[in-house]
């Protein structure tokens, strides 16, 4: 690949430097502060769970196999950021990135693709908080100058693997668009990507009279709908709900099918609330905020289909799960229906509340789900408790939305 011209190489270091300030500064101190106490909770459940089996590997065979389990952990996180970052990047890509008309711009085509392939690895740094759990865990069992060379190992591993990640996500994106002779690969693509290229001419629009919450989820279904990513989206929590009504029909006993329809119910649950945050956060800022609508309108209209999906999985579990017992029904409805609600409720919180940051907003959420799932491990329930609190939390936000601001 050429090398860009160093010119376009340093602009571009400047605007990654200036993004990540901006973005880390467009975070109030509070939220902040509630990012790192997530991190620093993640990774002290990974120091919990990796301590002790390792501080046993090393007392029956030696600092080496200790290592060599270091070493696996951390090439199994690269090889994940690998994956991430290859999917994001495929997808960006696909959907066209973020930022502005790139091909309207004087640009060397291959500095543009580093670019690129750098805002897809970014989320990918989110693995070297479980990696500090595992490196925490190993300290006292191994040599110091052990762990300097395995923490310098991965951390040359995860840049590695997530930029070979984005290749691999590049040349998918480019072998779906047509070749053509003498434009660069990145050309091609984002000029399938373009919004022209996806505009369709619509009906002119039927003005009518209705509740404001209503005409909001009117308008998130047709959002839903006409934009593919987040059709996309929408699509996820459905086929998990059916593959949770599927399990039934599994072989095997009962309590087999009963906990891989609980477990598919949740994601199902999961990939709702995330919807709901990237939906609550497609707004454009400066057109919302000028209607005539406060925090209770704008959070109902994403909360009825909090409410539909919840019954729409007990639906379909009352009439998949039959061969349950009346009150072993009953349980698990209860728990479906209050799981679907507590974690579709704080995805819409944090949508609302982090609007317009959807990034932000699905970042928060997966991290919250993430302890709840953590604190279930360590003591059975606490998950839930942690949950509850995680909905609460997000909840007393909600009155500082009228004082949001777009930057």
């Not at 467009?26 to 919990?48: H, M, N, Q, Y």
């Not at 270091?70 to 997808?91: E, Q, S, Y």
């Not at 865990?137 to 693997?161: C, H, I, K, Q």
């Not at 408790?385 to 777009?406: D, F, N, Y």
């Amino acid at each position: 690949m050429p090398t860009p011209t160093r010119p376009e190489t340093d602009a571009f270091r400047d605007l990654e430097r200036a993004l990540t300030r901006r973005r880390l500064m467009g975070l109030d101190p509070r939220l902040r502060g509630e990012v790192a106490l997530l991190a620093l909770l993640i990774a002290a459940f990974v120091f919990w769970q990796v301590r002790v089996p390792l501080d046993g590997l090393v007392r029956a065979r030696g600092p080496l196999s200790g290592a060599k389990a270091v070493a696996v952990l951390w090439a199994a996180l690269a090889v994940l950021g690998a994956v991430l970052a290859g999917t994001r990047h495929a997808r960006r890509l696909r959907d066209r990135p973020a930022g502005p008309e790139w091909l309207a711009l004087p640009l060397d085509p291959f500095a543009l693709e580093r670019h690129l392939a750098w805002e897809s690895r970014n989320p990918v740094m989110w693995l070297t908080v479980p990696a500090l759990g595992v490196l925490a865990a190993a300290v006292g069992l191994l040599p110091a100058w052990w762990l300097a060379l395995l923490a310098a190992g991965f951390a040359w591993m995860l840049l590695e693997s997530s930029g070979l990640g984005c290749t691999i996500g590049s040349h998918v994106a480019q072998r779906a668009v047509a070749p053509r002779p003498g434009l660069p690969p990145i050309v091609r693509v984002l000029a399938v990507a373009a919004p022209r290229a996806a505009q369709r001419r619509l009906p002119a629009p039927t003005w009518r009279r209705s509740p404001a919450w209503v005409a909001l989820a009117g308008k998130d279904l047709l959002i839903t709908l006409r934009h593919g990513p987040t059709r996309r989206a929408a699509l996820l929590p459905i086929a998990l709900g059916v593959a949770s009504w599927l399990a039934w029909r599994l072989p095997g006993e009962s309590a087999f099918r009963h906990a891989v329809a609980f477990a598919f119910a949740l994601l199902a649950a999961a990939a709702l609330a995330e919807w709901l945050a990237v939906l609550a956060g497609s707004d454009p800022f400066a057109a919302l905020r000028v209607l005539p609508v406060g925090v209770a309108t704008v959070w109902g209209a994403r909360f009825v289909w909090v409410v539909a999906g919840a019954l729409a999985l007990d639906a379909g579990q009352a009439a998949a799960a039959g061969e349950l017992a009346p009150h072993a029904q009953r349980v698990l409805l209860v728990w479906i229906a209050g799981a679907a609600l507590a974690i579709g409720t704080l995805g819409v919180n944090y949508g609302v509340t982090l609007f317009p940051r959807p990034d932000v907003a699905r970042r928060m959420l997966g991290l919250s789900l993430a302890l709840a799932v953590a604190a279930s491990v360590m003591l059975p329930l606490s998950g839930w408790i942690v949950l509850l609190a995680a909905v609460i939390h997000s909840a007393l936000r909600l009155p500082r939305w009228s004082r949001l601001e777009e930057g």
